[in-house]
Structures are given as C-alpha cells and as structure tokens.
C-alpha cells in the first residue's frame, strides 16, 4: 500500500493515539474575530452620566483598543459595541487579552442576535483590571442567555459583540484589550475511559490501581522506605493517566487510616512531562477535598512529601469529579457538606431550609439578620457568624443539640 504524505501524517497521528475528533478539531482554525489594529467599527454607548471613550494604543502585541471610562460618582454602564457576524461551531471558546489601571467593577461581555433583541452573556462580577496583561477565556458552557423574546436557547449566531463595563465599585478609569479570538474545540463528552493509575512504589498486591478501583476496601500502599523519612518527610509520588485529555472539576482523596499525607501536592500535565502544580497545602487524612475549577488535563499526579508517621503513604481512594462540582465555591462547598457529618457546615448547603428574622433598630440604614440556629448575618450581602461549641475535645453544632428561640420579655423584637 503507498500512502501520500498527508495520509502518512493522518495515520501517524491515529497511531499515537490521536483521535478522530481531535484530527477533525485540527483542520478548524481559531478565527481572529478582531486584532484591533484599528478600532474601527467599534461604538460607544455609554448610560446617562457615564463617559466613555474609544481610542487605538499599544496592545498586547500590535495596537490594541483603549476604553477611557468614568462613572463620575454614580453607577451605570460603559459598552463598547461592534458588528461582527458568528456562526458558531459545536463547541468553542472565545478569548481576549485585558488589563488596565481600573477600580473592581463588573466585566461583562455579551454577543447579540441579527433581531437585537436576544443577548446571551457572561458577567464577570467584581472583576479584578491589572496592569499585567490578561488572558480571558470565555467556553460555551460559561455563555448564559441573558434576555430577549426568544426566551433561551443554544447560541448558533450572533451579529455583534457588546464589551460593558457596569459599575460595582464605580469610579473611573482606563482598560486595554486585544486579540479577540473564537477557537473551535472538541467536542464535550462523557468520560467512558479505563484510566491507568501508576506509583513510584507499592507494597505486594497494593498497587497503584488499587487507588482508582472504586473500592475504598482495597488501598494503594507506597513503601515505607520511599523516601527520607526525617520527621515524618518522605518523597512519593501517585500519578494517574485518562488516556485522553478531559475537563474535572476535582477530586477528592480517601486516606488510608494511618498513614497519610501532611503535606502533599497535586499536580496536572497534558503530556506526562511538563507538570503544573494544581493545589499544595497540608493534609490530616481522613477525606481531603481539592477543587480543580476549569481544569482540562490527561494527567493527574499526587507528589507526598511529608508521611504522618514517617511509613509511607496509603490512598484508599482517588474519587475525580465533573466540571459541575466546583463550578462556584458554592458548588464546592456543597459537596464538601456533602461528605461532613450533619452540623459541620451551614443547613443552606445541605439544601435545608432555616428561617431568618431581622435585627436591628427600626429605621436604621443597616440591618442584620439571625436565624433559628444563632447565625448572624452581619449586613446585606456580608459575612456570617455561626455559633460552635468546642467541649471535653468535641464540637457540637446544631445538630447535637436542642436549639430554642425567644424575644425579650417575650414580645420586644430583640431575638435569642
């Protein structure tokens, strides 16, 4: 058989392992949907009693646009809009470098339909402008329909693009952008793989796929002699390889009894070779819960550098969560609740409902709110303080005991 160089490539490429999708994402091209070498086309729109204006400077390679913007004082927005046709692919993401000295103020960036009418968006609330340049990415999946007569549905066309800056904290100031940039990707699926867990030591028959079974009776067991094991440091590493590259959200770590790690990192690669560290911090066994929000990896790699006796490491289980776990730190916590025992975290992550009453004076400008297990609200939108009692080396929360309320002398709205 004689194949032609092209074919050559394409059966090169399925030979190692590169899968049709990914050859048909190869032949799609990033569009540049904007390298702003000239701001024209661009409008500003700016509400009542807000400024905005619209310039070329200096980009992140090039020239680049200049948004000079002032709340004077007050709120409402800035956008900054442009007429640009999309089609949009299966799956995609939609990319663009910022910065700029701005006070925190909501980003948002919208993509209207051909009737104007219909907008989908994302809202990026109290976005944090640098000086450094930024590179933002927006995925399908983050891209919401925000309103119009349609009433939702999946984006396929937009006409223009709206970049709009709303004020949270107001104020004024100046905010760079460049290399807008629509890049097709493939498509999400369900993992269905087999994936392959490896270690740099295990004991007898606890192996490394012992980790990843969905047993947690059966462990992976490094050797006790692994490493230094001064004051408990010892070097080990847990690696585990999808076999192809998919979106997590994060794991979790299920201990063995004993011996555990105290300080360990976790680590992603695409490649098995070029590593980033991911999470690093202290462990006390038991469960550790590690939120990897938007991460895109074929590799996962445990590096255990400190043991709590000093005798290897032992991991029950290696649990690898979707992208919807730790998609807000609401999200997370959620799951993490999930797996305390009852009373450790707030009723509202477990998704029970408590009920609230107001503090404060009547008329006040500021108010806080208690509700029927002693948490206080300390303002609109603010911090809560929930009550815990550490007693005899044990914590009890509203779920070990009987919790009454009361008002003053029975009637004066002041609540215990």
């Given at each position: 058989?004689?194949?032609?160089?092209?074919?050559?490539?394409?059966a090169?490429?399925v030979?190692?392992?590169?899968s049709?999708?990914?050859?048909?994402?190869?032949?799609?091209s990033?569009?540049?949907?904007?390298?702003?070498?000239?701001?024209?086309g661009?409008?500003?729109?700016?509400?009542d009693?807000?400024?905005?204006?619209?310039?070329?400077?200096?980009?992140?390679?090039?020239?680049?646009?200049?948004?000079?913007?002032?709340?004077?004082?007050?709120?409402?927005y800035?956008?900054?809009?442009?007429?640009?046709p999309?089609?949009?692919?299966?799956?995609?993401?939609?990319?663009?470098?910022?910065?700029g000295?701005a006070p925190?103020?909501?980003?948002?960036?919208?993509?209207?339909?051909?009737?104007?009418?219909n907008?989908?968006?994302?809202?990026?609330?109290?976005?944090?402008f640098?000086?450094?340049?930024?590179?933002?990415?927006?995925?399908k999946?983050h891209?919401?329909?925000?309103?119009?007569?349609s009433?939702?549905?999946?984006?396929?066309?937009?006409?223009?693009?709206?970049?709009?800056?709303?004020?949270?904290?107001?104020g004024?100031?100046?905010?760079?952008?460049?290399?807008?940039?629509?890049?097709?990707?493939?498509?999400?699926?369900e993992?269905?793989?087999?994936?392959?867990?490896?270690?740099?030591t295990?004991?007898?028959?606890?192996?490394?796929?012992?980790a990843?079974?969905?047993?947690t009776s059966?462990?992976w067991?490094?050797?006790?002699a692994?490493g230094?094991?001064?004051?408990?440091?010892?070097?080990?590493?847990l690696?585990?390889?999808?076999?192809?590259?998919?979106?997590i959200?994060g794991?979790?770590?299920?201990?063995?009894?004993?011996?555990?790690?105290?300080?360990?990192?976790?680590?992603t690669?695409?490649?098995?070779?070029?590593?980033r560290?991911?999470?690093?911090?202290?462990?006390?066994?038991?469960?550790?819960?590690?939120?990897?929000?938007?991460v895109?990896?074929?590799h996962?790699?445990?590096?255990?550098?400190?043991?709590?006796?000093?005798?290897?490491?032992?991991?029950?289980?290696?649990?690898?969560?979707?992208?919807?776990?730790?998609?807000?730190?609401?999200?997370?916590?959620?799951a993490?609740?999930?797996?305390?025992?009852?009373?450790?975290?707030?009723?509202?992550?477990?998704?029970?409902?408590?009920?609230?009453?107001?503090?404060?004076?009547?008329?006040?400008?500021?108010?806080?709110?208690?509700n029927e297990?002693g948490?206080?609200?300390?303002?609109?939108?603010?911090?809560?303080?929930?009550?815990?009692?550490?007693?005899?080396?044990?914590?009890?929360t509203?779920?070990?005991?009987?919790?009454?309320?009361?008002?003053?002398?029975?009637?004066?709205?002041i609540?215990?």
């Open positions: 058989m004689v194949l032609t160089f092209g074919a050559r490539v394409f090169a490429l030979a190692v392992g590169v049709m999708p990914m050859l048909a994402l190869a032949a799609q990033p569009r540049i949907l904007d390298d702003f070498s000239s701001v024209a661009w409008t500003a729109h700016p509400s009693g807000t400024e905005l204006r619209i310039s070329s400077d200096s980009g992140f390679r090039g020239r680049g646009m200049r948004l000079d913007f002032d709340f004077r004082g007050g709120g409402g800035v956008i900054a809009r442009k007429e640009i999309i089609r949009f692919p299966e799956n995609y993401e939609i990319t663009f470098r910022i910065r000295p925190m103020n909501n980003l948002e960036f919208k993509l209207v339909d051909a009737s104007g009418d907008v989908w968006w994302v809202n990026r609330r109290n976005f944090e640098t000086l450094a340049w930024n590179r933002v990415t927006l995925r999946r891209i919401t329909f925000a309103w119009g007569p009433g939702g549905g999946e984006l396929r066309e937009s006409a223009a693009i709206e970049i709009a800056i709303t004020a949270g904290t107001g004024k100031g100046t905010v760079w952008i460049d290399d807008l940039v629509l890049q097709p990707r493939e498509p999400v699926t993992y269905t793989g087999t994936p392959v867990a490896r270690a740099a295990a004991v007898g028959g606890n192996t490394a796929q012992k990843i079974d969905g047993d059966t462990t067991r490094s050797h006790p692994g230094p094991a001064r004051s408990g440091r010892q070097a080990s590493t690696s585990v390889d999808f076999l192809q590259v998919r979106e959200g794991l979790t770590i299920r201990w063995g009894h004993e011996d555990y790690a105290i300080s360990y990192e976790v680590q690669s695409l490649d098995g070779r070029t590593w560290t991911a999470y690093g911090g202290d462990g006390n066994g038991g469960l550790d819960h590690n939120s990897l929000p938007e895109e990896t074929r996962i790699r445990l590096r255990l550098s400190r043991s709590s006796r000093g005798r290897g490491y032992e991991v029950a289980e290696i649990e690898v969560h979707p992208i919807e776990w730790s998609a807000t730190p609401n999200d997370f916590f959620t993490v609740a999930r797996d305390a025992p009852r009373g450790s975290y707030p009723k509202y992550l477990g998704g029970v409902q408590s009920y609230w009453t107001i503090i404060g004076v009547s008329g006040d400008s500021r108010e806080a709110m208690i297990e948490m206080i609200e300390t303002g609109k939108a603010q911090f809560s303080i929930e009550p815990f009692l550490y007693l005899n080396d044990s914590l009890l509203w779920n070990d005991v009987t919790v009454t309320q009361s008002l003053e002398r029975g009637d004066i709205p609540p215990s």
